[in-house]
């Protein structure tokens, strides 16, 4: 079974610009999640997808905004960018239940200047 | 409010036992995963544990108690791959997954 993959796995931009990335889950997985880590906050909640229906979502302003397809593809978006932004952005497929699982994907690392 | 705890910093030794505590306060509860991160890589999945006691998984255990809102990961016969960050994650009531900050180990030879 394939992993999580994420697209781009680099990225610069400069402030003001807008970025979209994305996320494809592991086959079969409906449950898509988005975090932000970085070195100083650790990993932080963004929002997570659930049968392209929005979930849940993190303390994160409305600059940040995310979406999931028919297919569990998604993708989160993130407007104006500011250099507090610059991160590892990292997707995570799941299972629910007692069994419940998480996988990561490689992440997107974001560089703001 | 929430609050997930866990040292910054371990150091154990080649070959050793080391344990890696965690405790929460959090709105809810569901369960708790454990994960590891190396430097530079995306954080990869050890357990989750729902029900209170004790989970074996090769040289990795996992233990709960969730009426004292702890938990602690056991890794045992320690090799320098496993130096790396640990991440202790509750699964809330809500579904929102919340981290700690992580414990970073390192494994001395």
């Known amino acids: 079974k394939a992993g999580v993959t994420q697209t781009p796995r680099y990225l610069i931009k400069t402030r003001g610009q807008q970025v979209t990335l994305s996320c494809s889950p592991i086959?079969?997985?409906?449950?898509v999640s988005w975090y932000q880590q970085t070195p100083g906050q650790g990993l932080q909640f963004l929002f997570e997808?659930?049968?392209?229906?929005?979930?849940n979502k993190g303390n994160f302003p409305g600059r940040f905004s995310g979406r999931q397809f028919s297919n569990s593809r998604s993708e989160m978006n993130v407007s104006t960018l500011e250099l507090g932004d610059s991160a590892l952005y990292l997707c995570?497929?799941?299972?629910?239940?007692?069994?419940?699982?998480?996988?990561f994907g490689p992440g997107t690392r974001l560089l703001v200047l | 409010g929430q609050n997930i705890d866990q040292p910054t910093e371990m150091t154990a030794t080649e070959g050793a036992i080391v344990q890696i505590n965690c405790t929460y306060q959090?709105?809810?509860?569901?369960?708790l995963f454990w994960y590891q991160q190396h430097a530079g890589e995306a954080p990869t999945f050890l357990s989750y544990?729902?029900?209170?006691g004790l989970e074996e998984k090769g040289r990795f255990s996992s233990f709960l108690s969730r009426s004292k809102g702890y938990s602690y990961l056991l890794l045992k016969e320690l090799q320098m791959k496993d130096s790396a960050s640990y991440l202790c994650?509750?699964?809330?009531?809500?579904?929102?997954?919340?981290f700690g900050k992580g414990t970073r180990l390192h494994i001395l030879p």
């Open positions: 995570a497929s799941s299972t629910t239940g007692e069994k419940a699982t998480q996988y």
């Open positions: 086959s079969g997985h409906r449950s």
């Open positions: 997808y659930f049968s392209e229906t929005q979930r």
């Open positions: 959090t709105s809810g509860f569901n369960g």
């Open positions: 544990n729902v029900l209170d």
């Open positions: 994650a509750v699964n809330r009531r809500d579904d929102k997954i919340i």
